[in-house]
């Protein structure tokens, strides 16, 4: 008998040889994606708009596809809206008019600007946020000096902040919760999209927080996992909080062995060395469906490349939208080549690809028999998406039966350039798999 190790699953082959190599040789790999395919997919949605959940997931439903869904949670009726914690926010406004904005202040007023009771006081946040992340500071103070100038005249009204609801993103925690229980995950994009870059400690911690415990009341723990911070921001106070709260972020990951290629950036993916390349792409309105269908494509051609997809608007509504028709025609072209693509959602590929490199596995073998063992270093109660073994068996062996525990699973024997092997999932809780020659 020969047990073998291995604890990372970047070097997975491994081989049990006695002396007669060719005819008696057993060994285990996890494949790089579930069910052995070339790539992954994930459809994800921003901003949670209707027609996304009207159009689009009715869609992805007759194809079996799952979706990643951000949204924003202070949207939703019943939820906890947004607001701004700090100091009376008169007091803010009156001080404006002696100290110009400078470090010292700066988060301070771009937090509270945008609860002031105005779309076009908010729209200061906004505008002092995205200077202040292209790196045009001074710009940004300047942008928060006139927003409260205006306020302190009175050509900008003050007002108590409402909800914003919109009337036409009317979705239900109810409806999302069925979505959820359809095998959509759910997940965050704060309370209300602000420029997380630009809120002082207190109000960016709520808009994470908040956002996270309404998720667990309305739907539970498990859409907790992954998020998107507004605006695809990497900033790195913004990631440093936010990596705090979330598991996986859509913005950025901290694996060494994943290159992340966002979706601005012009490098090829099939250029990285990197175990596995996170390649996002936004299909904005006026990218064609050709290129649309070469990013697959581009995945079929390698074996490491994870297409994020980020969706906003669908049919009218929302940012940048596509069409129904225009989804259904490139969701059934990734359909067709659904032998070679794994669909599934931000959260499933996270775990898959991280359960893949913090798992051990023994592969343990005699004349008739091999004992597959996996045990992961992770939290299986969270990370508990099945892995795919594909263990090779002696080229003797004609047939096989595989048993997990007491459970006879009907797997039979393929064969490949490597040998003869048998596929089969395996959760990290669940550990242990029977294979014998019969
Ligand atoms: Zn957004």
């Known amino acids: 008998m020969k047990i073998n190790l291995i604890s990372l699953a970047s070097m997975l082959l491994l081989f049990a040889c006695n002396g007669d190599q060719d005819k008696k040789m057993s060994s285990t790999i996890i494949t790089k994606w579930q069910d052995d395919k070339k790539a992954g997919i994930s459809l994800t949605y921003d901003d949670g708009t209707i027609h996304q959940f009207t159009v689009a997931r009715p869609i992805m439903d007759s194809l079996d596809f799952k979706a990643t869904f951000y949204i924003i949670t202070g949207k939703i009726k019943g939820s906890a809206q947004g607001k701004?914690?700090?100091?009376?926010?008169?007091?803010?406004?009156?001080?404006?008019?002696?100290?110009?904005?400078?470090?010292?202040?700066?988060?301070?007023?771009?937090?509270?600007?945008?609860?002031?009771?105005?779309?076009?006081?908010?729209?200061?946040?906004?505008?002092?946020?995205?200077?202040?992340?292209?790196?045009?500071?001074?710009?940004?103070?300047?942008?928060?000096?006139?927003?409260?100038?205006k306020l302190?005249?009175?050509?900008?009204?003050?007002?108590?902040?409402?909800?914003?609801?919109?009337?036409?993103?009317?979705?239900?925690?109810?409806?999302?919760?069925?979505?959820?229980?359809?095998?959509?995950?759910?997940?965050?994009?704060?309370?209300?999209?602000?420029?997380?870059?630009?809120?002082?400690?207190?109000n960016m911690l709520y808009e994470l927080q908040q956002s996270r415990q309404d998720i667990i009341k309305f739907l539970g723990e498990e859409y907790t996992f992954s998020a998107e911070c507004p605006y695809g921001t990497e900033n790195e106070r913004v990631m440093e909080y936010a990596h705090g709260i979330?598991?996986?972020?859509?913005?950025?990951?901290?694996?060494?062995?994943?290159?992340?290629?966002?979706?601005?950036?012009?490098?090829?993916?099939?250029?990285?060395?990197?175990?596995?390349?996170?390649?996002?792409?936004?299909?904005?309105?006026?990218?064609t469906m050709e290129t649309m269908k070469a990013w697959v494509d581009t995945c079929l051609a390698h074996d490491n490349i994870w297409l994020v997809l980020v969706f906003h608007g669908v049919d009218s509504i929302g940012w940048e939208p596509r069409t129904g028709a225009e989804l259904k025609e490139y969701f059934s072209y990734m359909k067709a080549r659904e032998d070679d693509l794994w669909v599934a959602t931000f959260a499933d590929i996270t775990k898959y690809l991280r359960e893949r490199n913090n798992v051990s596995v023994t592969n343990q073998w005699t004349d008739d028999h091999v004992k597959i063992q996996m045990v992961s270093s992770l939290d299986t109660s969270i990370y508990n998406i099945p892995l795919t073994l594909k263990t090779y068996i002696p080229d003797g062996w004609r047939d096989v039966e595989v048993k997990q525990g007491n459970l006879l699973l009907d797997k039979e024997v393929k064969k490949d350039d490597t040998g003869k092997y048998v596929l089969f999932n395996l959760a990290p809780g669940n550990t242990e798999i029977d294979i014998r020659v019969i």
């Open 84 to 149: 701004f914690i700090g100091r009376p926010v008169a007091a803010i406004i009156e001080e404006t008019a002696t100290v110009p904005t400078d470090s010292n202040n700066f988060f301070e007023r771009a937090s509270a600007i945008g609860f002031t009771g105005s779309h076009s006081a908010l729209a200061y946040h906004s505008d002092a946020g995205a200077l202040f992340e292209s790196g045009k500071i001074t710009e940004a103070y300047a942008k928060i000096d006139e927003g409260y100038a």
């Open 152 to 202: 302190r005249s009175g050509e900008i009204a003050v007002s108590a902040y409402q909800a914003q609801y919109s009337k036409t993103d009317t979705t239900t925690w109810e409806d999302y919760k069925s979505y959820a229980d359809d095998g959509h995950e759910i997940a965050s994009h704060t309370v209300t999209h602000p420029r997380l870059a630009v809120l002082d400690e207190v």
């Open 246 to 287: 979330y598991p996986a972020l859509r913005n950025r990951m901290p694996e060494s062995w994943l290159e992340e290629l966002n979706r601005s950036s012009k490098i090829q993916p099939g250029s990285s060395e990197k175990e596995y390349v996170q390649w996002q792409r936004g299909p904005l309105t006026n990218i």
